[in-house]
């Protein structure tokens, strides 16, 4: 049974999801102390872990957190300390962009959505190109290939801006969860007033997968 890795602190949502995912998911929990991420990439391969759950007590742990998961194979989950006592996950947020690494989120939300038995709710960017309704349109071969049910919204903005916008239209949805991508590189702005990821992390309360864009991703499960 693969673990999900769930730092050890003071917020009690953070141990109520990973209670929930490795009970949906047939996975086990095992809590880790924050001195453990300065190794968290050893760590991972040598515990086999499925994925990460972080608790954030305060914004400005965000950044640190981001730092420390960079090179992460596996996705890694923010949850406030604010979610509801009976969260479920009744609803997988799905914005995608116009970058070929965002297909990476497909089979994670495919198996979010076997799992939990919840539709996918993917948002659209309002883009001129057409790599983004290419992306989409793959991941729907995926979720057809299991039945899973799914709905695509024509978000108003672009691709450098649909995730933060799907964050923000369900930051209240309390039984939702939101899938982005991890900046690839951090520009001068990135570095100056902090990463897209950050900012959407701020700004929903709901929790909030990160996948980081790289091809040799540990698969979620089978």
């Given at each position: 049974?693969?673990?999900?890795?769930?730092?050890?602190?003071?917020?009690?949502?953070?141990?109520?999801?990973?209670?929930?995912i490795?009970?949906?998911m047939?996975?086990?929990?095992?809590?880790?102390?924050?001195?453990d991420?300065?190794?968290?990439?050893?760590?991972?391969e040598?515990?086999?872990?499925?994925?990460?759950?972080?608790?954030l007590?305060?914004?400005?742990?965000?950044?640190?957190?981001?730092?420390?998961?960079r090179?992460?194979?596996?996705?890694?989950?923010?949850?406030?300390?604010?979610i509801p006592?009976?969260?479920?996950?009744n609803?997988?947020?799905?914005?995608?962009?116009?970058l070929?690494?965002e297909?990476?989120?497909g089979?994670?939300?495919?198996s979010?959505?076997?799992?939990?038995?919840?539709?996918?709710?993917?948002?659209?960017?309002?883009?001129?190109?057409?790599?983004?309704?290419?992306?989409?349109?793959?991941?729907?071969?995926?979720?057809?290939?299991?039945?899973l049910?799914?709905?695509?919204?024509?978000?108003?903005?672009?691709?450098?801006?649909?995730?933060?916008?799907?964050?923000l239209?369900?930051?209240?949805?309390?039984?939702?969860?939101?899938?982005i991508?991890a900046?690839?590189d951090?520009?001068?702005?990135?570095?100056?007033?902090g990463?897209?990821?950050?900012?959407?992390?701020?700004n929903?309360?709901i929790?909030?997968?990160?996948i980081?864009?790289?091809?040799?991703?540990?698969?979620?499960?089978?």
């Amino acid at each position: 049974m693969r673990p999900i890795l769930q730092i050890t602190n003071k917020n009690k949502s953070s141990q109520h999801v990973a209670n929930l995912i490795a009970e949906r998911m047939d996975f086990m929990v095992h809590e880790i102390g924050l001195s453990d991420l300065n190794n968290i990439n050893t760590l991972v391969e040598e515990k086999d872990a499925a994925l990460m759950i972080i608790g954030l007590n305060s914004d400005k742990e965000i950044q640190n957190y981001l730092d420390k998961c960079r090179e992460l194979r596996i996705p890694y989950i923010f949850v406030k300390n604010d979610i509801p006592d009976k969260f479920d996950i009744n609803n997988i947020i799905l914005p995608i962009t116009n970058l070929e690494e965002e297909r990476e989120k497909g089979p994670f939300a495919s198996s979010f959505a076997r799992h939990f038995n919840c539709p996918i709710t993917i948002y659209q960017p309002n883009d001129y190109g057409s790599k983004a309704a290419t992306n989409i349109e793959a991941m729907k071969v995926l979720f057809n290939s299991f039945n899973l049910t799914h709905t695509t919204l024509k978000g108003k903005k672009n691709s450098s801006g649909i995730e933060f916008e799907a964050g923000l239209l369900n930051r209240e949805n309390a039984n939702n969860i939101l899938i982005i991508s991890a900046s690839r590189d951090y520009g001068l702005d990135d570095i100056i007033f902090g990463p897209k990821e950050r900012k959407i992390i701020k700004n929903t309360n709901i929790p909030t997968m990160l996948i980081n864009p790289r091809g040799d991703l540990y698969a979620l499960c089978d």
